[in-house]
């Protein structure tokens, strides 16, 4: 089973694993369907669930929206985080000439409300900025968010992709913490362990939310130097752990992380979500954890 972490000083109390929703338009679920799944994960001890406005074309939140619509009792058993700020040239918004980033209260406004529209809420329980804007004046970044959660539309804030020195800006505008820093974590890119992100995250005693800890089917189709030399790790390290997949090997490796990073499970299909949750059980010694750094870096530690 699941279990519950507190992931910041002051914190939201949120599930050690997170179901990822950001493929949920490709996966072909009716409403009823899509109420099944997350009913599932839920019984595992699943309960928060990862989206963002532009997922999907902006459709994934409202497909989500209508699975919760089937039984709105589900909403008091999950908490939703979802993310603002990349504008994506779309059908959807067909005067938009390049993708590009807006942290404006207004675009942050615009899209808190078009979120709780699709995601059929009335609060949101974790707004996470998506990218860092060049144009970002934090000032005005944290005069929406007091007034997004003065309003009870949002009740906590973070940021998603940001280097110690944007986290540190953002956060010295505000008097309440952000509780995450959602970064690309898996054994193919982590450069976030070494540039002060996760060291950063440690000093607050703040759970990062780690993306992307498959590398996107990298690791196990890829056809690097660096992808194979990983995967042929990954799959001695399985053999020595009795684990069932090197999935289940690479979840572990980013949990033995000192900063207690909550992994984002990105599979629509219950069975692989359920491998992610034996693999709670799993630990790597530090040199298994190291053995895979090796086999990225392709070079030893000295």
Known sequence: MVAKVTIAPNGPDFSELVQGYWRLADWGMTPQERLTFLKQHIDLGITTVDHADIYGNYECEQL???????DKSVRDDIQIVTKCDINLCSDKFPQRKVNHYDTSSHHIYESVNNSLARLNIDEIDVLLIHRPDALMDADEVAEAFTELHKVGKVKHFGVSNFTPRQFDLLQSRLSKPLVTNQVEINPLNFEVIHDGTLDQMQ???????????????????????????????????????????????IYAWVRRLPSNPLAIVG????????????????????????RVWVASKGHGVA
Not at 64 to 70: I, R, S
Not at 218 to 246: C, Y
Not at 268 to 282: H, N, T
Request: glycine residues 8%.
């Open 267 to 290: 599979s629509g299909k219950i069975d692989r979500v359920k491998a992610a949750v034996d693999s709670l059980g799993l630990e790597l010694t530090r040199e298994q954890w190291y």
């Open 203 to 249: 000093l607050l005693r703040t759970s990062p939310m780690a993306w992307s800890t498959l590398a996107g089917g990298e690791i196990f189709n890829g056809t690097s130097p660096q992808a194979l030399r990983v995967r042929t790790e990954l799959e001695s390290i399985r053999q020595e752990l009795g684990a069932k997949s090197i999935d289940q090997v």
């Open 64 to 70: 989500f929206g209508e699975a919760l619509a089937l």
